[in-house]
């Protein structure tokens, strides 16, 4: 069994430059993502929600990385992602499984066929053994995406947007590849605001292309607001 987590250099500019001819026409279209004053505005968005989150929220942030290092291991977690016009970056969390865990991933792969079932679907275990008390309790609250604010300050990603993606996962894409390459993945995005209706790849794809479509500061803002209720109402259950 083989395990593609990534693609190689090859197929991962064969994938953009598939896409190139497409964003072309997309960025050229009437609506406010393509214009450079409205990238200009949501990254100054960014820049200032980021920056004041990471502030605000330093205590917890010490906290939560002292839970996550409990076992000994690392508190984050980086893996590659592909960003805005296939640029690749490193996207963090906070760690959620256990220190070995791709090796522990090989063997499951290996003796379960669910397991590998899962992993073909979507490239994620549906019940995960690797996932640690810690690390489960931070998936259901989302507190294990907090580090990404240090990549949306540093320019990989943004508040709002599409969700990041490995680069395996946008051969799923098809077609709608040019939407996603022509914006930063995002932190939360349109996709989970609407409560993440389907989680095969042509659904999220759709909400990726609408969001594109129809981006204004205004949606950003409320996708945020979205996402915090969405939040507090997990916490308050």
């Known amino acids: 069994l083989v395990i593609r987590e990534q693609l190689s250099m090859e197929d991962m500019k064969a994938i953009t430059r598939r896409s190139y001819d497409q964003q072309a ?24 929600v980021a920056s004041f989150l990471l502030l605000f929220l330093a205590p917890a942030l010490l906290v939560l990385w002292w839970m996550a290092s409990r076992d000994g291991g690392k508190a984050l977690y980086g893996h590659q992602r592909v960003g805005q016009n296939g ?47 810690v690390g489960s309790f931070l998936r259901s609250t989302s507190l294990d995406k907090l580090p990404q604010l240090w990549n949306v300050l540093r320019g990989d990603m943004s508040m709002v947007g599409p969700r990041p993606l490995m680069a395996v996962e946008l051969e799923r894409y098809a077609t709608h590849a040019a939407y996603y390459l022509a914006a930063k993945p995002g932190i939360t995005g349109l996709w989970q605001a609407e409560g993440r209706r389907g989680n095969d790849y042509r659904t999220r794809a759709y909400y990726d292309v609408q969001y594109v479509n129809r981006w204004t500061l205004w949606s950003d803002s409320r996708i945020l607001c979205k996402a915090a209720s969405q939040l507090l109402c997990d916490k308050s259950r």
């Not at 609506?31 to 960014?46: G, N, P, T």
């Open 25 to 48: 026409m997309l960025m050229s279209g009437s609506h406010l993502f393509s214009r450079r004053s409205s990238q200009l505005i949501k990254r100054a968005f960014d820049v200032v």
């Open 87 to 133: 640029k690749s970056f490193t996207c963090y969390k906070f760690r959620t499984m256990v220190a070995n865990a791709d090796e522990r991933l090989t063997q499951l792969l290996a003796t379960s066929e669910q397991a590998q079932l899962d992993w073909e679907d979507d490239f994620k275990l549906e019940q995960d053994p690797r996932v640690t008390a």
